[in-house]
């Protein structure tokens, strides 16, 4: 059982930046994927990004360009780094790994809150 702890998060104005960031209890090395979703109040859950074992990278049309995704594997982490935030990016964060098998892990859930 892979144990998933995310930090980070907060509170920052419109145009800030922020970043969450995921820990596994074991090595992520050989997990395919490493992402992160999002849920706002009385919303569904929806994507925001994937990191891929093969290095390659994916963005939510709604964050492209805003949103970097980054995979420590020496620190069996993965971070979101976010820029020029928006009110609309107010949510849960949650953090995801996937491992070869397809079996997947979440993290618990980090709050993000972009207001003035």
């Known amino acids: 059982q892979v144990q998933v702890v995310e930090s980070g998060g907060g509170l920052v104005q419109p145009g800030g930046s922020l970043s969450v960031s995921c820990a596994a209890s074991?090595?992520?090395?050989?997990?395919?994927?490493m992402g992160w979703y999002r849920q706002a109040p009385g919303k569904v859950r929806e994507w925001v990004a994937s990191?891929?074992?093969?290095?390659?990278?994916q963005y939510a049309d709604s964050v492209k360009g805003r949103f970097a995704i980054s995979r420590d594997i020496a620190k069996n982490t993965v971070t979101l780094q976010m820029t020029n935030l928006k009110p609309e990016d107010t949510a849960v964060y949650f953090c995801?790994?996937?491992?070869?098998?397809?079996?997947?892990?979440w993290g618990q859930g980090t709050q993000v809150t972009v207001s003035s």
């Open positions: 074991e090595s992520i090395f050989s997990f395919n994927t």
């Open positions: 995801q790994f996937v491992q070869a098998s397809g079996r997947d892990y």
């Open positions: 990191a891929f074992r093969t290095g390659s990278s």
